[in-house]
């Protein structure tokens, strides 16, 4: 199981810079993919950012060149740094883990944090 806690949200201005964090903790050996994903009322879950054990990223096409993901692997940590924030990226921000390794073995599962508001609003 692994259990996931975000923080670093809050209200920014647009063009303002902001950083979320999210730490995994539980009983497992490694995470494969850690990642972000945000949503809004009424529209799904989207991939912000992701990123592999081996540090391979992906990021959604709206955030390319203004948001960087980063892992630390062995911390269990991931973060991301948000830059040149618009009103369009005000959304609840949920930290993802996937692909869990633990005593039993492989699992293919997502799991997922609370949850951090960003909110991008002069």
């Known amino acids: 199981q692994v259990q996931l806690v975000e923080s670093g949200g809050g209200l920014v201005q647009p063009g303002g810079s902001l950083r979320l964090s999210c730490a995994a903790s539980?009983?497992?050996?490694?995470?494969?993919?850690m990642g972000w994903y945000r949503q809004v009322p009424g529209k799904e879950r989207e991939l912000v950012a992701s990123?592999?054990?081996?540090?391979?990223?992906n990021y959604a096409d709206s955030v390319k060149g203004r948001f960087t993901i980063s892992r630390h692997n062995a911390k269990n940590t991931v973060s991301l740094q948000m830059t040149s924030l618009t009103p369009e990226d005000t959304a609840v921000y949920y930290c993802?883990?996937?692909?869990?390794?633990?005593?039993?073995?492989?699992?293919?599962?997502?799991?997922w944090g609370k949850g951090t508001l960003v909110t991008v609003s002069s």
């Open positions: 539980g009983t497992f050996f490694s995470i494969d993919v």
């Open positions: 990123a592999t054990r081996g540090a391979s990223t």
């Open positions: 993802n883990a996937y692909g869990l390794y633990d005593a039993r073995g492989y699992s293919g599962v997502d799991y």
